[in-house]
């Protein structure tokens, strides 16, 4: 009987490859487009070139696709207004965070509990 792995992205027990030494992820697909994933986040940390190679090829394809967030906004007005949304609670927040201020709708934790530490302080 082969050895058995554990997969770190869908943590399934599947014999391991013996061609493959620290084997990690099973051959799914959706496990080894996660090990690349990790393996991309990893050098980029790690390695400038890399990073700075990373980001030329990213302004280029922005260069060559300038239009391209327009037309998506276009296309998907659902996802325009659910974006709007969202981030207008991450501004609510961020505001409120900035300013001590509770979230709209959350009253003070534990009122009575401060109350009753008042009247025990007495």
Avoid: F
Wanted: aromatic share 6%; proline share 6%; glycine share 4%.
């Amino acid at each position: 009987m082969s050895q058995m792995i554990r997969c770190k992205h869908c943590h399934r027990w599947v014999p391991a490859n013996p061609r493959i030494k620290d084997q990690q992820y099973c051959g799914r697909k959706k496990c080894q487009r996660a090990r690349k994933t990790e393996w991309q986040r990893s050098r980029l940390k790690v390695d400038p070139q890399y990073k700075a190679n990373q980001d030329e090829a990213r302004a280029k394809w922005r260069r060559k696709n300038s239009g391209y967030s327009k037309q998506y906004r276009d296309a998907n007005p659902a996802y325009c207004d659910s974006n709007r949304t969202l981030q207008k609670k991450r501004d609510q927040k961020r505001q409120n965070k900035m300013s001590g201020l509770p979230l709209p709708g959350i009253g003070p934790a534990h009122m009575n509990a401060l109350v009753a530490e008042n009247i025990l302080k007495q």
